[in-house]
Nanobody, 124 residues
Framework: QVQLVESGGGLVQAGGSLRLSCAAS????????MGWFRQAPGKEREFVAA????????LYADSLKGRFTVSRSNAKNAVYLQMNSLKPEDTAVYYC?????????????????WGQGTQVTVST
């Protein structure tokens, strides 16, 4: 079992930056792939980024490459999402997720555990 708690969301102006954190608990956290998804009002949940258990492999939504960076610290049981050059269309609830599969994935069904989400609002 892995429990996930996100933090770091908030209100930011367009062009600004935020760093989301996800604190994980559970004995096998370091062996899980980790991901970030987001869901905007009236839209389906979408993939943002993922990172392998070692941190050596990462994957991003094509539209977010170059602006978002995912990282993790197994020593701190944490995963992070650095978001730069934020746009109003980045406004959403951001969810941290963990999966026990061997490979990072863009599909939400490949993840087993989800946090409660943190709101990110980007103003114009």
């Amino acid at each position: 079992q892995v429990q996930l708690v996100e933090s770091g969301g908030g209100l930011v102006q367009a062009g600004g930056s935020l760093r989301l954190s996800c604190a994980a608990s559970g004995r096998t956290y370091s062996r899980h792939i980790m991901g970030w998804f987001r869901q905007a009002p009236g839209k389906e949940r979408e993939f943002v980024a993922a990172i392998s258990w070692s941190g050596g492999n990462t994957l991003y939504a094509d539209s977010l490459k170059g602006r978002f960076t995912v990282s993790r610290s197994n020593a701190k049981n944490a995963v992070y999402l650095q978001m730069n050059s934020l746009k109003p269309e980045d406004t959403a609830v951001y969810y941290c997720t963990a999966g026990s599969g061997a490979f990072i994935s863009v599909y939400s069904n490949d993840y087993d555990y989800w946090g409660q989400g943190t709101q990110v609002t980007v103003s114009t």
